[in-house]
């Protein structure tokens, strides 16, 4: 009998779900978004998405993986409401879930997912790095070259730059084990490895992979298994990173034909209408009324991001940026840490209430740091906001409330210790280690 029908989206996504489904025989029928069976289960055209033989929908994302050794998911799982962000990462996220449950339909208990339990949560937390921060600043990256986004030499640097970030824990890890986790090939491997499909074939050539030879060295393992091979041994990696694309040319204005100068010039002898008083412009953002801060904030984000943080960034921040007439310093703490779960999930939430901030990107710099262990974890933060009030600042986002704001004075020790702590998230906090975290910048 048919395990049932898995309808995916673009090739970089799907690559993982059929190398999986061919290697491991599973009867599942990889659907197209054309079928009329699918266009009836899923009229809002969202991929991926799965139907079981008893007509059970499934389009939810990766937190029904805990689930999945649960009678309600071996029996399917009945869920009618589809996924409505259109985030590339939510739709990755649902891939890795729908892998792992026909996975799981084989074997639930099958080494791809992880032998114990802590090897089943590193395999979830490499997933989730991999479809929430990785493929999302790489889509970032590679969408322009592609010509399905227009180049912006800042928004493309800024992404190539986070990439950096998520490889050097990549090459952190694989400097000791063959794999992300431990020596056995799991799914993080297969789905992360997939993810650089784009990165290798468009701007990661010869001179970035012989400076990363542990995750080049991993990703050739990795595609050389029967789970990627099939679509990577005919992949031509790029020798230099591709030129970054042109703008189109604007094209000019045909010139004013000569019959229209007279309706012109008959149009300029008519009288001017009075004139209506300007309007004042409301200002764009609250904040927009301070001015301009007698240090640009993008110099201190740029020290922050290039240099090392307590010999070279702290020091500039406090001898040369730090002002207390236009700045102001905020403790930022969750107030329902006692409701948090998992740390990659805790770290989650951060990035959603960080790019919920973004319009206040001007006016606002900090991190957050997720600290302890799961089920047992907080998130808090230093912040540094233009003015003397964090209100104008936070309340773009609409979780702001969910946080308490503490004013800090730095010419105390433990204040100014606090900060630099949580800017350079090298020591633990309240008594536990620092396991993850995020900047706003």
């Known amino acids: 009998m048919s395990l049932g029908t898995l309808y995916a989206g673009e090739a970089s996504r799907v690559i993982p779900v059929r190398g999986i489904v061919k290697v491991l025989d599973l009867d599942v ?18 991929v991926p998405a799965f139907v ?3 007509g059970y929908k499934l389009t939810e994302v990766i937190a029904i993986l805990y689930y999945r050794d649960y009678p309600c998911l071996k029996n399917y799982v009945e869920i009618t409401n589809l996924i409505h962000s259109p985030t590339i990462g939510v739709l990755i996220s649902l891939e890795i879930l729908l892998t792992c449950l026909v996975i799981s339909l084989k074997d639930e208990n099958h080494p791809l997912l992880g032998k114990t339990l ?6 979830l937390k490499w997933v989730s790095l991999g479809s929430s921060e990785f493929m999302v600043q790489a889509t970032t990256a590679f969408k322009p070259f592609l010509g399905k986004a227009p180049y912006n030499k800042k928004v493309v640097d800024d992404a190539l730059g986070a990439l950096e970030k998520i490889v050097s824990t990549l090459d952190a890890r694989l400097e000791h084990y063959t794999f992300l986790v431990g020596e056995r090939l799991t799914i993080a491997d297969i789905f992360f490895a997939a993810m650089f499909y784009r990165p290798f074939t468009i701007f990661y050539g010869d001179e970035w992979r012989s400076k990363h030879p542990y995750v080049t060295r991993w990703w050739k393992t990795v595609t050389a298994t029967e789970y990627l091979n099939w679509f990577f041994k005919d992949v031509k990696l ?3 990173p591709l030129e970054a694309p042109k703008p189109a040319k604007k094209e000019k204005a ?7 100068a007279a309706p012109k ?4 002898a008519a009288p001017k209408p009075a004139e209506e008083p300007a309007q004042e412009k409301k200002p764009k953002h609250p904040l927009e009324a301070l001015g301009k801060s007698s240090l640009p904030l993008d110099e201190w984000k740029r020290k922050y991001s290039n240099e090392d943080t307590r010999t070279g960034a702290l020091p500039y921040f406090w001898n040369e940026f730090w002002n207390p007439e236009e700045w102001s310093l905020w403790r930022v703490a969750y107030k329902y840490n006692d409701e948090l779960t998992l740390t990659f999930m805790s770290n989650n939430l951060v990035g959603g209430f960080f790019n919920r901030l973004s319009a206040s990107t ?11 262990e799961n089920n047992n974890n907080g998130i808090v933060g230093a912040f540094l906001v233009r003015g003397q009030d964090a209100v104008p600042a936070f309340d773009v986002a609409p979780d702001w409330e969910s946080y308490s704001f503490t004013k800090l004075d730095p010419s105390k020790p433990e204040d100014k210790e606090f900060i630099e702590n949580m800017w350079a998230w090298d020591k633990p906090y309240n008594g536990q280690e620092i396991v993850d975290g995020k900047v706003f910048k």
């Not at 802590?118 to 395999?123: H, I, K, S, T, Y």
């Not at 045909?254 to 229209?260: F, L, Q, R, T, Y």
């Open 238 to 240: 790029t020798a230099q």
């Open 118 to 123: 802590e090897d089943r949560a590193q395999v």
């Open 362 to 372: 001007k006016y606002l710099f900090g991190s957050a740091v997720v600290y302890g």
């Open 29 to 46: 029928k990889l659907g197209e978004r054309a079928d009329e069976e699918y266009k009836a289960n899923f009229p809002l055209g969202k």
């Open 254 to 260: 045909p010139k004013a034909a000569k019959a229209e």
């Open 265 to 268: 010039a008959a149009a300029a």
């Open 52 to 54: 079981g033989p008893k």
